[in-house]
């Protein structure tokens, strides 16, 4: 029995199928379940696991999720101070009955580990899944998942077909039918695959079947050699992840194993979204929650069979309905998006109606009371109607002249209906108001971007838009198209053709037809021998900057120096053409980076073109972008809506014919079926044809469900298109408004959708009049437009009302001083004289692995030269010297560089240190060049991690320090100064004063910052806006028997020398360090590091206490580190800077950098 989920009622327990409807709070109710579970019933928010099938929804989820956490912890705050206080949200009413303390504990638990919860895509689940079942996984631990499906299926194509072709051609297919068909099985995995060898239907010996065969048996052949290349090259599929563990969990030795640690860890599992699941996926949660309500584990579904779309891309619907099938169900039967006359209308159009199968009905849905009296009016105040469905039957509307069909229009009714979709815009923009979403009970007037225009393919987009514009309605074309199908990529391909070829002349005239060179046919054609060699130069030099700067600086200069910009913005659609043209750049400096010469940077950008998303093809890079963020309406494919809401929704696309089947894919006992050779007339044809129907029935299904999506996009008014072509009385469209008895009420025949032919086509009089009963009974909600009559007034430009002349552009004057010490600092920029005068919006100074070598700050000889009193260690003990491996190695950025990518990347606790350490330097070496003798760098860096630390260490090398102790590279960032004048540098170094012994040594370095003597590099700063940065690695040092502590280190490759000379070791012992840190005001990036590693171990760390988690700083010099024989005093090796400033002082920085100026500071 289906009963509505009560979000406030006890939590669900087992299995539990939750079917929503559009508009009805999947997000809001998965939140809430969420965060009650982990409130109330005790579940960590690290055994939370809640799975959806974007990354988009997985982001928002997430960001709901805690939201929700944070309002119980607030509600429960309250309730903790004033114990007669109840909300009025049933939930927050719910949680705060009872236990406020242990659940307030839980809820703050739950925030502060929030980073911890499972909350993803399938994907990102099985990927974290597997990296924890170790060898219940028959699959690579190391194995890279990778995105490259699309290009090796036909790169393994085109190798096997040519192999193929010297047995002979007769039979063997085309490489577009082989990739198609590949990429069909790798789609629909656990599907039966047909044709089947051996099986009766492929027992003939016909032309067709033959090679309906041999398409089989090459496909399979493709599939088997890229899982060899997978696996020799170390590569996982998207597809690949879910096929393991799906495989793991159903092996009969290790699946008991694996099913019981995965309940274990997940007691709780909220899987969103599951109409688009597919057999795979619900085989891997079935298999790991099979046992929900039995072990103590809960697994809740949550979906919308009428809205399973997604079938092209291996969704299965019916897969849903199986797996829902006998479950304890619930309803969420409150619509939070559409005013109550859109519900109503919906509700006497779709009641009765069926959506592919007799299981998937409509459901009504109660308006929310917000919405109550909610609505789109005239702007006389009344009532518009909510949906539109508007007859594409008038006179200028052009009829097919032989068709058997009365009335039939030709496909050019697209034309004539795509200008009424801008009369309508045109129209409910003049004479409509909606509600004020800002201002309760206020309306304000409809806008452009209030509008949304649904069409069923892409090609549609530009003809929909540009009738809009010819109304002088703004609009955009929002997630069409890919861009690299756009004029910008040809334009694009010429140019990088030319630069890998400059020395082709035709390659050098196609490139000067592009917009990057901006030629006309008459300059190309008459181009003296001179200008085509001054074009190939300019050509060469390009090709020269991508090889020595590589692609985001080649992408970069080419955009600038070619005058591009300013030659398609002075186009008609330049703005578009000019989006496009960034956007490739992107991906070229993106997916193509690796990509460091012409040829190869041609060959990548034409291999982008055969890439696809595998694990989120909605999130496909190359979707081309909106080209303004203006006003203006969007427009979409019914697909890209799904999810979406709109004020206004039009609909010009659903009488468009169902398409012909082209895939040939069914349900069948129980099982997906797919053709691989639905092209060929195979086996029995009367069993072809069968399946041809079967596919068909797929394709009605998919085409209601669409229906249903488009009609529930809308909060206020939906317009709908209707035009009796040939083809449109099989759409989906056709059996909901005409499928009806002589009452209106809906014929379940016409929803059969094995039938061809349902509906017995109606001429114009008997269609209106089959819609009369249903518009009466709306009371108004619905209402029947005839268009496309010859004197429609379609050519009226709209004006918008608050546009107004423009003023006469004049130069604007500044009335005021700009704060410049507003900055996105980094310790680079603030210890940078000429940072400090820039942009304040540049961050392109950071916290760079090469600047260890900055030259010396202007410091008095008291900073320079440490006193005995201060810092002056005893030298007693220290060993002689001894050499030093990286002494002579050249120092600069490259050699930073090098070294922090070693160190950031590799085991320090790895028995094969020193093979790693080259194969690292190696694979750096390609990517960034530097010459250096890397046997000597690597013994050097061996060494340096073999070091033993000394006492901060806990007398620890590197070497000891495992992967789960150590965060690489842990970037920051957080607000300088909130809202009040700039922190200087003085009032840092005065604050360091207050609180550094008299003998520390860096005291003197402090009195330089504060003033008092000298001046330090960076005393002229004034921190305001942010602070970023990168800490090369924070380790956790746990002493036996005492708490952990954190350590700020960072790696410096200073050669602490001058004059080309190599550094004497004497310069890297503990007591002449400080000195050098002072130099270059190490000691101010090490407390602004603390400072960070604090805010994060607050948030992190229970019972956090920063006099003992805050462990001191540590920096590694690393060509002073020569492993454990490396001298020491006092137990300091050579090498080590050593700090352990007060944490009072820390924790006062952090306060002084957020605003507080405590006393006088």
Known sequence: ??????????????????????????????STLAARYVVEADIPVHKLLVVTFTRAAAAELKDRVRARLVELATALETAADDPGWMPDDPVLARVCAD????????????????????????????????????????????AVLVDDTAALVTQVATDLLVAEATRGTEGLPSLEELTRATHLALTNHASRLHPCPGAPEAGRDDEATVSALRLRGLVERVIETIRHRRTAAGTLSFDDLLLHLRDALADNSTGPAARAALRQRFPVALIDEFQDTDPVQWQIFDAAFGGAGTDGSTLVLVGDPKQAIYAFRGADVHTYLDAVEGMDSAVLGTNWRSDPAVLGANEVLLTGATFGSGSIGFEAVRPAPANADRSMCDLAGDPAPALDVRFAVGDAVPRHSRSKHPDAVTKAASAQIQRDVARHVRDLLENTVIPDDDQRRGTRALRPEDICVLVAANHESAKVRDALLALGIPAVVNRGESVLESPAAEHWHRLLAGVARP?????????????????????????????????????????????????????????????????????????????????LGELLAG???????????????????????????EADLSARRVESESSAVQIMTTHVSKGLEFPVVCCPSLWSSVVAVRDVVWWEDGQRHVDLAGGLVWGDPEEHQRRESLAYAELVGTSLRLLYVALTRARHHTALWWAPSEGAWQTGLARVLFGRDEHGSIDPAAFDTSLTEVLEPLDVEGSLQRLQPVVSRSGGNISLTVVGNSDDDTSRPWHDPGSAEPPPLEVATLHRDLPRWTNRWSFSKLVDSDARHGDPGDDSAGDAAGADELPPSPRAAAARQPDAGRGGADRTGRSDPVPLLLGGVPGGTGFGNLVHGVLERVDFCSGELEADLALLVSEQLRHDPWEVDVDLLVSGLAAMIRTPLGPLFDHRPLAELHRGDRLDEMSFEFNLAGSGPPVTADMIGRLALQHLDPDDPYRDWAESLAGIHGESRAAAARLAGHMTGSIDLVARITPAGGPSRFLVCDYKTNRLAHGGTDPDPSAFDPDSLPAAMAEHDYPLQALLYSVALHRYLRWRVPDYDPRAHLGGIGYLF????????????HGVPRGLAQWNPPAALITSLSDLLEGDRGEQR
């Open 503 to 583: 020395q082709s002349a035709a390659r050098a005239r196609a490139a000067a037809s592009s917009w990057f060179v901006g030629w006309d046919a008459e300059q190309i054609a008459n181009a003296s021998d001179e200008e085509l060699a001054v074009l190939q130069e300019r050509l060469r030099a390009w090709g020269e900057e991508l090889d020595e700067r590589g692609v985001a600086a080649f992408v970069g200069l080419v955009m600038t120096a070619s005058g591009v910009a300013t030659r398609v913005l002075s186009a008609p659609g330049g703005a578009r053409d000019m989006t496009d043209l960034d956007h």
């Open 99 to 142: 236990d406020h303390a242990s659940r307030l504990r839980r809820a703050r638990a739950a925030l502060t580990e929030f980073d911890s919860a499972t909350i993803s895509t399938i994907h990102g689940f099985a990927q974290q899944v597997l990296g924890t079942l170790g060898s219940a996984v028959r699959t690579d631990p190391d």
């Open 1118 to 1129: 690393v060509r002073g580190l020569v492993g454990p024989a490396t001298p020491t005093v």
């Open 1 to 30: 029995m289906t009963v509505p989920l009560d979000l406030a009622g006890p939590l669900p327990r087992g299995r539990l199928s939750v079917a929503a409807s559009a508009g009805t709070g999947k997000t809001h109710a998965l």
């Open 591 to 617: 997916s193509c980076g690796h990509a460091n010469t012409p040829s190869a940077l041609l060959v990548a950008f034409e291999q982008l073109g055969h890439a696809t998303n595998d694990a989120e093809p």
